[in-house]
């Protein structure tokens, strides 16, 4: 990945408490990773602490049931009952997807119980899992510039992604971070 292309978006809500990082990395026309994570920035109430912890939670569980001969439905029934379990609701707009030629194509893999996604995990396929976890309802809305997305009723939203694999006894991790990379998640070891 030394000669890829990076561009790094970074978007902030007012006052926020935390950022939406995405990584794009892009190597001969095709897209090979899409990675968000959530940070704190600032003084953080522990409401929000937790929510991002079990956002972070969902997607550590989700990778773990990876491998050949999975449903992707099951994925949206791993999420969603670990962050109805807290407390907290499931984004049902937006879906993990495919990634490859096109940066999002088949299949879509929704983050919520009973959906009605189709296929079942191959060796060689990739995709990401990307669950967005609100501590309110799961509706939201998209501002007048299209782009930005918020929670309907105005409460805090996380979302954590990760770029996967099928490999044909599980799962690697594309955007998994190098024994190397800086500590950026101390709070997860609380």
Partial sequence: ??????????????DPDNQH????????????????????????????????????????????????????????????????MSGLSVVRSYCGHGIGDLFHCAPNIPHYARNKAVGVMKAGQTFTIEPMINAGLWRDRTWPDGWTAVTAD???????????????????????????????FPWLKK
């Fill in 1 to 14: 990945m030394v000669d890829a292309e990076k561009r790094l978006l970074v978007s902030a809500l007012d």
């Fill in 21 to 84: 990082f995405v990584l794009l990395p892009e190597r001969n026309g095709l897209w090979i990773g899409d990675l968000n994570e959530t940070c704190f920035v600032g003084n953080v109430d522990e409401a929000s602490r937790q929510l991002v912890k079990c956002t972070y939670g969902c997607l550590e569980k989700a990778i773990a049931i990876v491998k050949p001969g999975i449903r992707f439905r099951e994925i949206g029934e791993i999420v969603n009952r670990h962050a109805t």
């Fill in 154 to 184: 105005g409460k805090r939203s996380a979302q954590f992604e990760h770029t996967l694999l099928v490999t044909e006894t599980g799962v690697e991790v594309l955007t998994a971070r190098l024994p190397s990379s800086p500590d950026v």
